[in-house]
């Protein structure tokens, strides 16, 4: 069983930073694509940052330029700097992987999610 758990939300300053953490633990051959997507009440989920594991990312334009993704392939660990926090960025935040748990066998795991609250 993989399991990502993810940590660091709370409540943030409007203007503030945060930083979000997942990490990744269980049967672990590899892991490809890893990412964060969040969803805001009544919203459907939506994508916010993903990396390669040759750290190639790609952001959703709302949060390009103000949020970094980040991941340390030995400790199976992904992180999200959010700088410039907006109300808009209130939701709660998933992580996600695309793990391969031998040579053959592809698991997409999500986390349980945390909750960012952003104060005006």
């Known amino acids: 069983q993989v399991q990502p758990v993810e940590s660091g939300g709370g409540l943030v300053q409007a203007g503030g930073s945060l930083t979000l953490s997942c990490a990744a633990s269980g049967s672990i051959f590899s892991i490809n694509t890893m990412g964060w997507y969040r969803q805001a009440p009544g919203k459907q989920r939506e994508l916010v940052a993903v990396i390669t594991s040759n750290s190639n990312s790609n952001y959703a334009d709302s949060v390009k330029g103000r949020f970094t993704i980040s991941r340390d392939n030995a400790k199976n660990t992904v992180s999200l700097q959010m700088n410039s926090v907006k109300p808009e960025d209130k939701a709660v935040y998933y992580c996600?992987?695309?793990?391969?748990?031998?040579?053959?066998?592809?698991?997409?795991?999500w986390g349980q999610g945390t909750l960012v609250t952003v104060s005006s």
């Open positions: 996600n992987a695309g793990i391969m748990i031998n040579v053959v066998r592809y698991l997409e795991v």
